[in-house]
């Protein structure tokens, strides 16, 4: 024998509000709090209060609410359609539970539930859309964590997207069979490039995009999301990001993504690692760019996850021109860089003022020629240098800046997996900065970042960079830190 499901002592159900009244009495935080929730609703808000709490005052004023500025009264109530005991005080919120109840009127008393007939729930607005949450009292922590997440799903544009669906609802009943196609057409207007319009604010463009869709043979269209997943900790993610992954139906990712941000997407999302990482198979970039056309002919909706930024020394220029040629629509997702990542960590002020105003992002592998880079000179005018994929010319990127004229006593901070738990920062000079690409015992990516300003970090938590170079290089030249 199966066990009964728990039953819901409360249930939920959406009132009609819109033209009727809605009556709260009470003058202080509690009754504002109730006003600031049905507020958001069409109702007519009458509150009762003698002596209005200012920011209740400045609410009503704003809203337009009618004030019935004495002691409560049962006529108070009279002819609404909820009422609302948020005086504070146990005798009175029971004498107005007991007129409401004695006139036919549901009614919520603020933290007295043997006095509610009803709840309020934890709102989610994304109005003609909303989500309620109710936990019967167990906890309003509880009930508002929840929102926080739902909220996080829901994009913004969810309510004018449903507002536009319900203009198309008819024309879609007329023109689509019932069954698969009228399926096919809601999934893609909530989902395919009628959202992507409207996400961007674009109502015309969402219209006409649902328009076309409305045609039964219409093809289904594949979207690239070009996403940055940021420097490898998932709460690192941008709202935005995590919402794609979400409706995600592939996910295309580099070795660099940690597995806790590619599990962020949906569940039967198909994974398509393409490598780059020493030691895996990868894929060469032109097959990554046919694999993301491919996927965009086959209609899929497809989230190309990239780490950090995708336009920072992420091949995103090949992977978009490749999209754009092919004619496959997509769109790019910023994402939180390793150097503001290693800046944060290190609470290394990347411009400082009357110190440094300029930030240079380089790989450092353009120091071989014979001519400087333009970065260099940058560099020594007093830019913060951020070197992504510098480990193995630590040694040139130093000599080549010191040679230019920068001082070997520059701060120099160093941040391996930054944002990840198991992080390891470092700090010296450029002077130290040589030793890095010996160093075997650093594993995960690794960001320095070259300037005056490194100065202004905290190097309570990290290591010398010349202790290392003592114990296995040249004897140390005394630089700041050490
Ligand atoms: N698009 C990425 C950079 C890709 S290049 C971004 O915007 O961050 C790869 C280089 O980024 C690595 O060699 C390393 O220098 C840097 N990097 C990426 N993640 C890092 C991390 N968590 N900590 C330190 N450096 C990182």
Not at 160 to 174: G, S, V
Request: glycine share 10%; aromatic share 4%; hydrophobic share 50%.
């Amino acid at each position: 024998m199966s066990h009964a499901a728990p039953k819901l002592n409360a249930f939920p159900v959406f009132l009609k509000v819109e033209g009727q009244v809605v009556a709260i009495v009470g003058e202080g935080e509690e009754a504002l709090a109730k006003a600031r929730l049905i507020g958001q609703s069409a109702a007519a808000l009458r509150i009762v209060a003698a002596e209005p709490e200012a920011a209740l005052a400045a609410f009503i004023a704003g809203h337009g609410a009618v004030h019935i500025r004495s002691a409560y009264a049962p006529e108070h109530i009279e002819g609404a359609a909820m009422v609302f005991a948020a005086s504070g005080d146990a005798g009175l919120d029971a004498r107005i539970s007991a007129d409401a109840r004695r006139l036919g009127i549901p009614v919520n008393a603020v933290d007295r539930p043997d006095l509610c007939d009803f709840f309020t729930p934890a709102l989610v607005n994304r109005a003609p859309v909303a989500v309620a949450i109710g936990t019967e009292g167990a906890g309003p922590v509880l009930a508002q964590m929840i929102r926080a997440r739902v909220d996080r799903m829901l994009s913004p544009s969810l309510g004018p997207l449903a507002a536009l669906a319900a203009t198309f609802r008819d024309a879609a009943e007329k023109l689509l069979p019932k069954g698969a196609a009228r399926r096919r057409f809601w999934n893609e207007f909530f989902a395919g490039a009628p959202a992507r319009a409207m996400e961007t604010g674009e109502v015309s463009l969402a219209h006409d995009a649902a328009a076309k869709l409305l045609a039964v043979d219409a093809p289904v269209r594949g979207h690239i999301a070009l996403v940055g997943a940021g420097p490898g900790a998932e709460d690192l993610l941008t709202l935005r990001a995590q919402r794609l992954l979400m409706e995600a139906d592939a996910i295309v990712h580099d070795a660099l993504v940690p597995e806790a941000v590619v599990a962020m997407g949906r569940r039967d999302a198909e994974r398509l690692p393409v490598g780059k990482r020493k030691g895996c198979h990868s894929k060469s970039q032109d097959e990554i760019n046919a694999l993301l056309v491919r996927l965009g002919r086959e209609g899929r909706r497809v989230v190309r996850l990239k780490g950090g930024d995708p336009l920072v020394f992420g091949r995103a220029g090949e992977e978009m021109a490749a999209l754009r040629q092919a004619g496959i629509s997509y769109e790019v997702v910023p994402g939180v860089t390793a150097a503001f990542a290693a800046a944060a960590d290190f609470e290394l002020p990347l411009t400082l003022r009357g110190v440094t105003s300029s930030l240079v992002f380089t790989t450092g592998h353009d120091l071989k020629g014979g001519t400087l880079p333009d970065w260099a000179r940058l560099a020594i005018s007093g830019a913060t240098v951020a070197v992504y994929m510098g480990r193995s010319v630590a040694a040139d990127v130093a000599g080549r800046l010191i040679e230019a004229g920068l001082s070997p006593d520059t701060a120099v901070a160093i941040v391996e997996n930054a944002s990840l738990a198991g992080r390891r920062r470092f700090h010296g000079t450029l002077a130290d900065l040589p030793s890095l690409s010996g160093r075997g015992d650093l594993s995960g990516p690794v960001m320095t970042i070259i300037g005056d300003a490194v100065a202004g970090a905290n190097f309570d938590r990290s290591e010398p960079l010349a202790a290392h170079r003592h114990r296995h290089a040249a004897p140390a030249a005394q630089g700041v830190f050490s």
